[in-house]
C-alpha cells in the first residue's frame, strides 16, 4: 500500500538505485546528498540506477526479449525523431513487469547514463501515480534540486528534455493505463529508450513511433520449466504428467503458476497431483490460487472488468458462459441480442483491454482463467446463453448446408425458415470450411444442451451436422455427435428425427466399413419410419441397406434394396431421390459386370440431375459412365467425361469427393503407356485422403499397392475398377467387390 509523504502528497513508488526495491519520492530525495541544479552549466550528472531486480525463476520469453531487442537497435540513429518506445502489451499476469525488468537489467550497460523506473499503478486497487509527481521524483534522481522541480507538468517535461538531452537513458515505465501516463517520459534524445508495460494497447503512443510487443501465456515447456524451478527439480521429477497438467489448469500464466509453485515450495509434503486435484474443480480454481490471503489471481482481472463499460462488461459476463473454445462477432450479436456492429465494437473493447484474445479475423476467446473469472460474475441472463448460442449455430448450420446440398429433406423445420433467405456462403468449399471451423464449438453445445435437457434444441443441432459429415469424414465426432443426438431424439419422443439421426449414425459405421453395426442402425431407423408411416425416412433408410449389401457383395440384395426405394421417391415425386437411387442401382450393376444395363440407369440419373440443378451429383455419376466408356474401348470419351466431372468435384471442398475423380482417372490411365500417371492420380488420392481415413483411404493405398506389386511383375490387377464409389447423399470409396450372381432376375424388374 502507498503511504502519504509528511506534506500529505500521494507516494509515488520509484525504484531505488542501490538494491533495487521500491521506495517513496521523498526517500528519494533524502538519499542523493547534496543536490545541484540540473541547469546550471557544469552541473554534475547523478546517475539513476532505479530498476528492481530479475524476478526470480524468470523463464524463456526468448521471442519478446529478442523483439525488444530490435526495438533498441533504433537508439543512437540521428535520423530518429524520438527516442524509441515499446510498449508492451498482454493480459494481467503474463509476465509483463518481469520481461520489462529483466531486458532492462540485462541491457543497463547500454544505457550508461542511467535507468529511471516507475510503477505507475494503473491497474491496481492503489490511486493511480500522476505523471507530475512521478516526473519530479524522476527530476531529483537525476540531480536537480528539489527547489529547481517545477510544480506544474507542462514545465516538467521540458526541464526533462533538457535534462535528459544528449543523454543515452532507459526509462521503464510500469502498469500504464493510458497515453496520458507515457507520454510525458518520453525524452527527446535518441539516445534514449522508453519500455511500457500496459493490458491496454495505448493506440495513441504508435503515431509517435512506438512498437508494441505482444505477450501471451507461457508455452508448455517453458511453463513447467518455470514450475520445476520454484518447486525444485528433484521434488517434481517423477511426477511430470501432474506437472503437465498444473501447468495447464494455471492456464500457463506466469502469476498463477508462482502461487501454486509456492504452495507445493511451501508445503514439502504435499504432491503436485494433490495440488492438481485441488484446481481441477472450476468452481473453485480462482479462489485456490491466493498466496497468503491474497487474492491475487482474481485480483488481477478485477480491475480490468470494474474499469469496463456497462455494456461491454455485460458482453464479458455473457460470452464468459459460451460453452465453446472461441467464438466470432456473429454469435455474440445473437447472445448479446445486439447488432454484429455493435458487438464487433464491444469485442474490441475486450481485447484493448487484454480481458479477450483476438485470434483471427473476427476469431476470439478467452483465457481459461479470464473465463473462469467471468463465469463468477455470473448473472440471471447468463442461464439463457446456452440457448441463444445454440439456436445460432443452428441457424447458421442450416445456412451452410443449404448452400452445400440445397434440395436435401430435413426433419428440422429451420432450413424451410430459411429457404428464401440469400445464401450465406459463395461456394461448398467456404460452407464447409466454417462449418468445420465452428465444430468444437456445436459439439461441446450439443453436450451441454443434452445435459441440460435442451433436447428439441439438441436434435435439431445434430441432424445439420450431416453435410459436413458426409463431406469430410470426421468420424470420432460423427459417432459421438449422434449417440447424444439420438437420447434427445428418444427423450422428445421424435421417432421421425430419431429415424434420421440414426440413419446418419449408420452411415459414418458403413463408411468405417463397421457393415454389422451400419446395418443395425439402419435397420432401426427403418422401423422407426414404419411406426410412424415415414415414408422419406423409410426410403432412405432402404437406400442405406443397399448400400450395405452391396458393400458385402450381396449385389442382387442390394438391387433389390435400391428398387424398392426408388419406388417410394416415385411415390413422393422427389425427382433427386429418383435419381440418387438410379444411380445406385446403376453404380450395382456397374460393379457386377452388367455395363448396358447398368448405362440406362446411370443416364436416367445424370438426365435428372442436370434437370434439376444437381452438378455434383451429376458429376459422380459422370464417373460410373466413363468407367464404362474405359471397359468399352473408349478412353477418351471416358477421359473427357472425367476432367469435366474433376473440374465440379474439385470444388466441392470434400476430400472424398476429389479422390474419387483421381481413382477414376487411374483406371482409366492404368496400361503400360500411362502406368506413371495412374500411379501420380493414386499417389494425389493417399495423400488427400490421409487425414480421412476409413474404407475410403483404405481402397486408394490398396489400389497404389496393387500397381506396384503390378510393376514387380507379381501378376496382380493393378488399379480395381469394380468398387463402389462415394456419393452426394450416401455411397462409399470402400466396400468389397462381389460377383454377378444371380442378378438377371433383377435387372428384369427394372
Not at 83 to 92: D, M, R, Y
Not at 98 to 106: D, F, G, S
Not at 422 to 447: G, H, I, K, M
Request: net charge negative.
Amino acid at each position: 500500500m502507498p503511504v502519504d509523504r509528511i506534506d500529505g502528497t500521494p507516494d509515488v513508488r520509484v525504484s531505488d538505485a542501490s538494491d533495487g526495491r521500491i521506495c517513496s519520492v521523498g526517500e528519494l530525495g533524502a538519499q542523493r546528498g547534496p543536490l545541484v541544479s540540473g541547469t546550471e552549466a557544469g552541473a554534475a550528472w547523478t546517475i539513476p540506477r532505479q530498476l528492481p531486480p530479475i524476478p526470480a525463476h524468470f523463464t524463456s520469453r526468448v521471442g519478446e526479449l529478442e523483439a525488444l531487442d530490435r526495438i533498441a537497435a533504433a537508439v543512437g540513429d540521428e535520423l530518429g525523431a524520438v527516442a524509441p518506445i515499446a510498449v508492451i502489451v498482454g493480459p494481467g499476469g503474463v509476465g509483463k513487469t518481469a520481461l520489462a525488468v529483466t531486458w532492462a537489467v540485462r541491457n543497463s550497460a547500454r544505457f550508461a547514463d542511467g535507468q529511471l523506473y516507475a510503477d505507475m499503478r494503473g491497474f491496481s486497487a492503489d490511486s493511480a501515480a500522476l505523471p507530475e509527481e512521478v516526473m519530479a521524483a524522476f527530476l531529483r534522481a537525476m540531480g536537480v534540486t528539489p527547489e529547481h522541480v517545477p510544480v506544474q507538468l507542462a514545465e516538467q517535461m521540458t526541464l526533462f528534455r533538457t535534462v535528459t538531452a544528449g543523454r543515452r537513458l532507459l526509462i521503464v515505465v510500469d502498469n500504464a493505463a493510458s497515453v496520458a501516463q507515457v507520454r510525458p517520459f518520453v525524452p527527446a534524445s535518441v539516445g534514449c529508450m522508453v519500455v511500457v508495460t500496459s493490458r491496454l494497447r495505448l493506440d495513441g503512443l504508435y503515431s509517435e513511433g512506438a512498437r508494441s510487443v505482444e505477450m501471451d501465456p507461457l508455452p508448455q515447456a517453458q511453463a513447467v520449466e518455470l514450475l520445476a524451478r520454484a518447486v525444485g527439480r528433484p521434488r517434481v521429477s517423477d511426477q511430470q504428467r501432474e506437472v503437465v497438467e498444473l501447468a495447464r489448469l494455471c492456464g500457463r500464466m506466469p502469476i498463477a503458476l508462482r502461487v501454486a509453485a509456492a504452495r507445493l515450495a511451501s508445503r514439502p509434503r504435499w504432491s503436485v497431483a494433490r495440488v492438481v486435484a485441488e484446481l481441477s474443480d472450476e468452481r473453485s480454481r480462482l479462489k485456490r490460487l491466493t498466496a497468503d490471503g491474497d487474492t491475487v489471481v482474481t485480483a488481477t482481472f478485477d480491475w480490468s472488468y470494474e474499469a469496463l463499460p456497462e455494456h461491454v462488461a455485460r458482453l464479458y459476463r455473457l460470452m464468459s458462459a459460451h460453452p465453446g473454445p472461441d467464438f466470432g462477432s456473429g454469435v455474440v450479436a445473437a447472445v448479446g441480442q445486439m447488432t454484429v456492429e455493435q458487438a464487433a465494437d464491444g469485442l474490441q473493447v475486450l481485447v484493448d483491454t487484454s480481458l479477450l484474445e483476438e485470434l483471427d479475423s473476427d476469431r476470439y476467446r478467452f483465457h481459461d482463467l479470464v473465463r473462469l473469472h467471468g463465469r463468477a460474475q455470473w448473472d440471471q441472463e447468463c442461464d439463457e446463453v446456452l440457448v441463444r448460442v445454440g439456436q445460432w449455430y443452428l441457424r447458421e448450420m442450416t445456412r451452410a448446408n443449404l448452400v452445400v446440398i440445397p434440395l436435401r429433406w430435413r426433419v428440422s423445420p429451420v432450413a424451410e425458415q430459411l429457404q428464401h433467405e440469400p445464401a450465406r456462403f459463395a461456394s461448398d468449399r467456404a460452407a464447409l470450411e466454417w462449418l468445420a471451423a465452428e465444430l468444437p464449438n456445436v459439439v461441446v453445445v450439443l453436450e451441454d444442451a443434452v445435459a441440460d435437457r435442451h433436447d428439441e434444441l439438441a436434435w435439431q443441432l445434430c441432424e445439420a451436422l450431416w453435410e459436413l459429415m458426409l463431406y469430410r469424414k470426421l468420424y470420432p465426432e460423427w459417432l459421438r455427435s449422434h449417440e447424444l443426438g439420438i437420447t434427445a431424439a428418444q427423450r422428445c419422443g421424435n421417432r421421425v428425427a430419431e429415424s434420421r439421426l440414426r440413419h446418419q449414425l449408420g452411415r459414418a459405421y458403413l463408411d468405417l466399413g463397421r457393415l454389422g453395426r451400419a446395418e443395425q442402425e439402419t435397420r432401426r431407423a427403418a422401423e422407426l419410419a414404419r411406426e410412424v408411416n415415414d415414408l422419406r425416412n423409410e426410403s432412405a433408410a432402404l437406400q442405406q441397406l443397399g448400400m450395405v449389401a452391396r458393400d458385402r457383395g450381396e449385389l442382387e440384395s442390394a438391387v433389390r434394396l435400391f428398387t424398392e426405394s426408388l419406388l417410394l421417391e416415385q411415390e413422393l415425386g422427389i425427382d433427386r431421390g429418383v435419381a440418387l437411387r438410379h444411380r445406385r442401382i446403376g453404380e450395382t450393376l456397374r460393379q457386377a459386370g452388367l455395363d448396358t444395363e447398368a448405362a440406362r440407369h446411370l443416364e436416367a440419373a445424370a438426365q435428372l440431375f442436370a434437370e434439376i440443378g444437381d452438378d455434383k451429383s451429376e458429376a459422380q455419376v459422370a464417373l460410373g459412365l466413363a468407367r464404362i466408356d474405359a471397359r468399352s474401348g473408349r478412353p477418351e470419351a471416358a477421359l473427357s467425361r472425367l476432367r469435366q466431372a474433376r473440374g465440379v468435384l474439385s470444388r466441392s471442398g470434400s476430400a472424398v469427393y476429389e479422390a474419387e475423380v483421381l481413382l477414376a482417372l487411374a483406371e482409366v490411365s492404368d496400361g503400360d503407356d500411362q502406368r506413371g500417371r495412374a500411379r501420380g492420380y493414386l499417389a494425389e488420392a493417399v495423400e488427400l485422403l490421409s487425414d480421412v481415413g476409413g474404407t475410403a483411404l483404405d481402397r486408394a493405398t490398396a489400389a497404389l499397392r496393387r500397381l506396384d506389386e503390378a510393376d514387380r511383375g507379381e501378376g496382380v490387377q493393378p488399379v480395381p475398377g469394380d468398387q463402389p464409389q462415394e456419393g452426394a447423399d450416401g455411397g462409399d470409396l470402400g466396400g468389397a467387390g462381389g460377383d454377378e450372381g444371380d442378378i438377371s432376375g433383377v435387372i428384369a424388374e427394372q
